[in-house]
Structure formats: structure tokens, C-alpha cells
């Protein structure tokens, strides 16, 4: 199984971003996706979760109204567009899948697979 993020970069704050995360290896019919990030010397924290059917979206407080997560499952991709950046969303981002059955991944307990992660550097 593999989960491979991309999209991350440097950006101006103000600016924005769209990382994917595309799984390949299994189907991940059913499950939850969602997104993590960990910045320098942190714990990694919840960004934004999205259950298979997409009916059911979160986010944390500090990303709401500028973040909107979304899923293509024909390409088993999960997506998070990023808008409004700022230097304080700086982080490593993580895509992850959600062990089955939970509908709101937002605890790193409830994760069964990572990505490897990518770079998101906002400059102010």
C-alpha cells in the first residue's frame, strides 16, 4: 500500500495551494481519508477528514473556512485545497486513511495508513 502526496511547496502568505494524495497498492472502498500536518518541533495534528461518500466533512478550527478537503474515489485520490495561507500553517502534510469503520479521522489512533508526507512553507 502507498499513499503519495504532492502538491506542497513554498508560497507567499496570502497565497494558495492544492496537494493530492493518490493511493495505489489496494481499493480503499469505504474508508475514511484525511489530512494531517506536523510543523518543526510539534505533534502531528488533525487538518481535515472526509468519510468515503463525502457526506460527511471536518475540520479543525484553526484551517476552517480557508481548507475544503475533497475525493475522487474512481482515482482513489483525496485532495485539500489550501487558500489564505499562513506562515503558521507551515508544516509537513500527511495523508492518511482511516482504520474501518470510523466516519471522522481526527485522531492519529485512528489512522491505518500514512504518506510519506509533503512540505507546505509559507512566507510572511
Known amino acids: 500500500v502507498q499513499l503519495q502526496a504532492s502538491g506542497g511547496g513554498l508560497v507567499q502568505a496570502g497565497g494558495s495551494l492544492r496537494l493530492s494524495c493518490a493511493a495505489s497498492?489496494?481499493?480503499?472502498?469505504?474508508?475514511?481519508m484525511a489530512w494531517f500536518r506536523q510543523a518543526p518541533g510539534k505533534e502531528r495534528e488533525f487538518v481535515g477528514t472526509i468519510s468515503w461518500s463525502g457526506g460527511s466533512i471536518y475540520y479543525a478550527d484553526s484551517v476552517k473556512g480557508r481548507f475544503t478537503i475533497s475525493r475522487d474515489n474512481a482515482k482513489n485520490t483525496v485532495y485539500l485545497q489550501m487558500n489564505d495561507l499562513k506562515p503558521e500553517d507551515t508544516a509537513v502534510y500527511y495523508c492518511a486513511v482511516g482504520r474501518r469503520g470510523v466516519i471522522q479521522v481526527i485522531r492519529t489512533t485512528s489512522v491505518d495508513y500514512w504518506g510519506k508526507g509533503t512540505q507546505v512553507t509559507v512566507s510572511s
Open positions: 497498492g489496494r481499493t480503499f472502498s469505504g474508508y475514511t
